[in-house]
Nanobody, 122 residues
Framework: QVQLVESGGGLVQAGGSLRLSCAASGSIFSINAMGWFRQAPGKQRELVATKSTGGSTNYVDSVKGRFTISRDNAKNTVYLQMNSLKPEDTAVYYC????????????????WGQGTQVTVSS
């Protein structure tokens, strides 16, 4: 099994900051990418930010310049530093990991954390 443990969500005022953390553990040979998705009530889940093990990053346009994704590859941990938070950032944030479980095969699996609530008040 693969477990993703998220932390760091909470309630903040607009303009404030939060840092989300997510640590992956379990049956992992290697991690191809980690990141964050979010889902607001009544909305589709959307990508927020991803970071490959090679270092490339991807952000949704709405968070560029405000959010920063980082990884500690040795600890299988991903972080999301969220600054200048806006009420529209309010959502459940889900950690994401893309894992290669077996060496020598190009088979990867997606796993999701339990979600952590981020609420930004106006």
């Amino acid at each position: 099994q693969v477990q993703l443990v998220e932390s760091g969500g909470g309630l903040v005022q607009a303009g404030g900051s939060l840092r989300l953390s997510c640590a992956a553990s379990g049956s992992i040979f290697s991690i191809n990418a980690m990141g964050w998705f979010r889902q607001a009530p009544g909305k589709q889940r959307e990508l927020v930010a991803t970071k490959s093990t090679g270092g490339s990053t991807n952000y949704v346009d709405s968070v560029k310049g405000r959010f920063t994704i980082s990884r500690d590859n040795a600890k299988n941990t991903v972080y999301l530093q969220m600054n200048s938070l806006k009420p529209e950032d309010t959502a459940v944030y889900y950690c994401y990991v893309n894992i290669q479980k077996v060496h020598g095969t190009r088979v990867f699996y997606d796993y999701w954390g339990q979600g952590t609530q981020v609420t930004v008040s106006s």
